[in-house]
């Protein structure tokens, strides 16, 4: 061998020698082979305790640790080994195309199997969860195919959910929790309150939605059908309405408050107990929450998919609860939304004053909560993250109340109703009887948003906040200033005590204003507390009451209705000062002036005789420029132009006629706005602006 060969061995021997050794440190590095003397030496000690394995575990990155493994995607993973990433983006790419040609069939595979690919990302998840519940649901002529993709979209993300949640054991305390993602149980919970709550076909989904919770034994349709005659047994069907009111009175399509669009139209009145056997028919297969007739499917199959029971939730339903007729979109994302919450780190410790009380702070920093137990979502703000399980619980108090739902005094199915299209003809059918429907809710509203102020420092007493301006000016400095966020202390200054009481003072300042304005906290607590009493309750249902007589056409009804609920609902604005003018919303004053243009609306129409005799008084005060001129109404003879004619209507009724008119009284000694109007101008022009209505204005020199 010639010493070339010889120097080419050896170099192939030093490079294999290399090698192996390279390739044993790191097996030792890995923590795969044990590393000798581990547990008697510091040093190997001190090696052994930072292997990648030994990391891995005391972090619990481990892929057993990231939450509910699944064996076959694992295994696709393994044995793909570096190639992942390109099949991940190849098949997103052709999810992509997938859907661009409507075939959502195979699309659906491929987003499967991009989550089994990546299981421990979460943006997959929550992108394409919404890609289904949103983009995929609305491409659906059916409305049953819609309620079928947007519950796979739900579904999906909380498989990502369970993907990505572990056990972790504290090893101080030895408390055992379930540590996920915040941000994947937030939007599992907006998708229920957005889809359920304000999307297009609304009222139909939501019936799919209580039929879903409702066992399919107890929905049969041919149980409410004489199998002999194909009629349908009015005595097993007044049962059913009897047993859910509330999906009775949705498919029943009348008595809506919301604004009805042709975008948002919706063909779902049942005007025969046929058409509801039917719906019923038709939407048999709906995804549910069953195995069987009576029993209920595992946890992960259900839909409505809802959390686990949880001890900081104890009022939230879960996957074993009885769900009620009045179960809905908004109570399974208040529950997620709880969810959601055992995850973020408690309100921080430094805020807290001497009282242990605890104050306003913004989101907390890495270095100051325990990462193992805790995490900060990625959207919304930390603080609008924590509210969205009171906001929640206002949206299904709203809503109890638009679908006329108020006291233990139920509903008539066939109230208004002409007898042609009479359910139950000669006989009186009253459900949903003996529950304080919205009051109920409008309770659990104040005290969610009662404790939610509590707990992060949105409200403050008087006291309070003059005790924090006082230890922010010191001796000596003016009073009124406002509260801006200092600079981060030095290591010096954390040492000083007094610098640090101004501090945290100062910051607990700035945040008490910033949370409740971008959160308007002040809105949600007033009118929630405010709602929830009686009055309030029955104001409401009596102005709901004379809005469905105007509707159907009954207007002396709905006139005598409107001055009754106005009576309670003055009252009601002089009780609560701080729901009548909320410090951060205009809504109560809104929905006022919203009331009284109806009102007025309605008494143009009508034309009682108060008011035509202010409009004779009203006009005249013309006859000083036009001799001669006649009443508006005169008791014999023409009347005046029509346009005219209508907008000294309209001024009497505003100015002079309506409830409203003047100003709060004087002697009102319960609130601060006595001698001010029941409604500031700029919230009426606002309003007017709104809906579209311009009044006419009158002139000396119109003819009659």
Known sequence: MNPLQQASVRRKIYYFAAILGLFTLSMFWRGTIPIPLAGKASAASFVSNRTIVNQATRFELRELDQGDPEIAGTAVRLLMTGSR????????????????????????????????????????????????????????????????????????????????????????????????????????????????????????????????????????????????????????????????????????????LEDVTEKNKE??????????????????????????????????????????????????????????????????ARAWFSYSLILLPPNPTFPLDEGGEPMPSSTPRPGEYDQFNYRIPRSPMLIIFRQGAPRAQTYQADLEQKEGWFDESGWEIDARVDPANQWFPGKTVIVGQGTRWSQREWEKAAQLWEEH?????????????????????????????????????????????????????????????????????????????????????????????????????????????????????????????????????????????????????????????????????????????IPFLPDPFPASGRQWNPDVLEALKWEAAEKTVSPFAGNVPVDASRTPYRGMPWVRTDIKNSVRTRQGVQLLETHTDDQP
């Not at 661009?100 to 299981?119: C, M, Y």
């Not at 019923?280 to 199959?301: G, I």
């Open 85 to 256: 990433g390109f099949a991940v983006s190849s098949l997103w790419l052709s999810a992509i195309e997938k859907q661009k040609r409507n075939d959502f069939h195979e699309f659906e595979i491929l987003v499967r199997a991009i989550t089994k690919l990546q299981p421990n990302f979460i943006t997959p998840w929550i992108f394409q969860s919404w890609n289904i519940a949103y983009n995929v649901s609305v491409e659906m002529h059916s409305i049953g195919d819609m309620y079928f993709y947007i519950s796979r979209g739900i579904q999906l993300l909380a498989e990502g959910e369970r993907r990505n949640t572990y056990r972790h054991v504290d090893p101080n305390s030895g408390e055992v929790r379930m540590i996920g993602s915040p941000d994947m149980r937030y939007q599992i919970a907006f998708y229920y309150q957005n889809k359920f709550g304000v999307s297009d076909q609304v009222q139909t989904l939501r019936c799919l939605m209580q039929l879903s919770c409702i066992p399919r034994d107890e929905r049969n349709p041919d149980r409410l059908v004489d199998q002999k005659t194909g009629e349908v047994k009015l005595d097993e069907f007044q049962k059913f309405c009897e047993k859910h009111p509330h999906l009775i009175r949705r498919l029943r399509g009348r008595e809506r």
């Open 267 to 332: 063909k779902l009145q049942c005007k025969t107990p046929e058409e509801v056997v039917q719906f019923l028919r038709d939407n048999f297969t709906v995804p549910d929450r069953y195995r069987s007739a009576t029993e209920l499917a595992e946890a992960s199959e259900q839909f409505p998919i809802l959390p686990p029971k949880f001890n900081e939730g104890p009022d939230e339903v879960n996957p074993t609860s009885t769900l009620g007729d009045d179960f809905s979109g908004f109570r399974a």
């Open 453 to 625: 102020g509590r707990r992060y420092g949105l409200v403050l007493s008087p006291s309070r906040i003059r005790d924090l301006e006082e230890t922010v000016r010191g001796p000596g400095q003016p009073t009124g200033r406002q509260a801006f966020l200092p600079p981060d202390p030095t290591p010096d200054q954390q040492n000083d005590p007094a610098f640090m009481r101004r501090y945290r003072a100062q910051s607990a300042l700035f945040f008490y204003q910033q949370n409740r304005t971008v959160t308007n906290f002040p809105y949600y607590l007033a009118s929630a507390e405010a709602e929830a009493k009686p009055e309030t309750v029955q104001a409401r249902k009596i102005l709901w009451l004379a809005d469905q007589a105007r509707r159907v056409g009954n207007r002396n009804e709905a006139v005598k209705l409107y001055q009754d609920g106005f009576e309670l609902w003055k009252k009601v604005l002089i009780d609560n000062p701080s729901f009548h003018r909320q410090e951060m919303n205009n809504r109560t004053e809104e929905d006022t002036y919203e009331y009284e243009l109806d009102y007025i609306r309605l008494l143009v129409r009508v034309s009682p005789p108060e008011l035509e005799q202010v409009v004779n008084r009203l006009g005249r005060g013309y006859q000083a420029v």
